[in-house]
């Protein structure tokens, strides 16, 4: 019997600079690499695979299901959750458009052309989220993150 690697799609949100948003699945995504591909996902139906540059997004939300969960208000103060669970540096991300997440991370640096963040919100339909390091105005780390 063969050895296969199978790899696993990942189900995302990648979200534009500009505003536009795409929902589909990749399986080639890596933080190393400035594209990937998605297989674009519109009204439940999978569709054609376009080749994705990192350099145009905001972030790529690693999501629970696309639909997202349409009544659920997401914590997003530290204070709203028990942290106790949650690995690694708290932080808060302001977007370059005005948006603010707050979250942890492991990886998060300056020199690095994007980083990871859990949500703070074990309830959200973010599982993660990359961040690309281009489209943030500020970052926040520790108890900085709070505020």
Known sequence: MLNQKISERNRIVARYQDGRIIKG?????????????????KEGVEGEVIEINTTELKAIFFVKSFEGKKDYNEKKQFNE???SNLRGMKIKVEFN?????????????????????????PESNNERIYVIARSVKDVKLGSLADS
């Open 25 to 41: 699945y990749t399986h080639d995504f890596s933080p190393a690499k400035e594209t990937f591909h998605l297989t674009v996902v």
């Open 81 to 83: 959750v028990d942290i």
């Open 97 to 121: 458009d005005g948006e603010i997440i707050r979250g942890v991370s492991l990886g998060y640096s300056k020199q690095r052309k994007g980083f990871f963040i859990v949500p703070l919100d």
